[in-house]
């Protein structure tokens, strides 16, 4: 299946006195018309600057190498031009958090048709009932009363739903969806969730799906791409990484995660320590400080990104070995 989007050894580096600090490293996947690829880790492990650098909307002092390609365009060399016409027309973007990336101070209906406006060359009125209508395929009950509405008189739930709408309204090719879910409880996440799926369906959506809950990756994501201090350490089918995860930081994310089998009156396993800081990377695997099944060779380069299963990789010297101490 030809790639919609293709991302081959991108590279974010950030300046700094002591040198280069690299918040992404060597990363490649791809992702097909119509396919959920579900992008995975800890706050830090460099998956949002991996979407940024997507849309080209890093820091100027960001410096990114390697090739972006969608649909036959390589991102990285496109104009300044170019890209705002791609960006919200043909690739859109669900920020994380939904109060901060709407104006307080503009009816959540304006904002849905100035996205129409600014990529369908439509007059204000048939903006207007294009951004009704998207709010109406985000189910939003009674789209044209809440289009006059202003963020702060809408539910968190019904915010997301207006920024889903406005990623939306132009019919894109891709979603890059970063976080949909972490501000909203239990069960307005479930249903962004099957939002987020109903609407894959009924438009052929591509989608990058970003957050740090592996379970809830699982649930929409036709494969995964498991993040670590800036480089995929394990990539492959959904459910091939959820029930078999080869490396031992995806089997300890997913052990962290409490389940209805879960013995509540046992402590849940938690991965000690934190991601590092990309001014100070270990020089052989960065989980190495980590990781409980490390052994001295773990320290002395980092491992390349191996096949351990039919489309099935794992960064580790030591993929599959069992993590219990």
């Known amino acids: ?40 880790g800890e706050s830090g492990s460099g ?7 997507m849309m080209r909307l890093l820091p100027p002092q960001a410096r990114a190498s390697g090739s972006i390609v969608f649909e036959g365009r390589n991102v990285l060399a496109a104009s300044p031009r170019e890209m705002q016409q791609l960006r919200g027309a043909r690739a859109s973007m669900i920020f994380q958090e939904p109060m901060t990336a709407l104006n307080p101070v ?6 849905v048709a100035e996205a129409a406006t600014a990529h369908g ?15 109406h395929d985000v189910a939003i009950p009674d789209a044209e009363q809440r289009a006059r509405n202003y963020p702060h008189q809408l539910s968190g739930g019904q915010r997301q739903r207006v920024m889903i709408a406005m990623a939306i309204v132009n019919r894109p090719a891709l979603l890059i969806a970063d976080e949909p879910t972490t501000a909203l409880d239990v069960t307005v996440q479930a249903q962004i969730l099957e939002l987020l799926a109903e609407l894959r369906k009924r438009f052929g959506l591509a989608m990058l799906f970003i957050s ?3 379970a809830v990756v699982s649930q929409v994501s036709d494969r995964i791409a498991v993040m670590y ?3 995929i350490v394990e990539t492959g089918p959904s459910r091939e990484v959820f029930l078999h995860p080869a490396h031992p ?10 389940t209805l089998a879960t013995d509540r009156h046992s402590a849940l396993r938690t991965i000690e320590g ?4 990309i001014a100070s990377l270990p020089p052989g695997c960065a989980f190495e400080p980590r990781c409980g099944i490390r052994i001295t060779e773990c320290t002395r380069a980092l491992p390349s990104l191996d096949p351990v299963g039919p489309a099935h990789h794992a960064r580790c010297i030591r993929a599959n070995v069992d993590t219990a101490r």
């Open 106 to 111: 503009m009816r959540v209906g304006e904002q």
């Open 249 to 258: 930081y995806t089997r300890g994310l997913l052990t962290s995660v409490p």
């Open 212 to 214: 740090h809950d592996l």
């Open 229 to 231: 201090a800036g480089s």
């Open 47 to 53: 998956k949002s600057v991996t979407s940024l650098a």
């Open 1 to 40: 299946m030809a790639s919609l989007l293709d991302v081959q050894h991108l590279t974010v580096e950030f300046p700094a006195n002591g040198g280069p600090l690299v918040a992404v490293r060597d990363v490649s996947f791809s992702i097909a018309a119509g396919e959920v690829l579900g992008l995975v």
């Open 274 to 277: 934190t991601v590092p800081s």
């Open 121 to 135: 060359g439509v007059s204000k009125r048939e903006a207007w009932e294009r951004a009704v209508q998207a709010l």
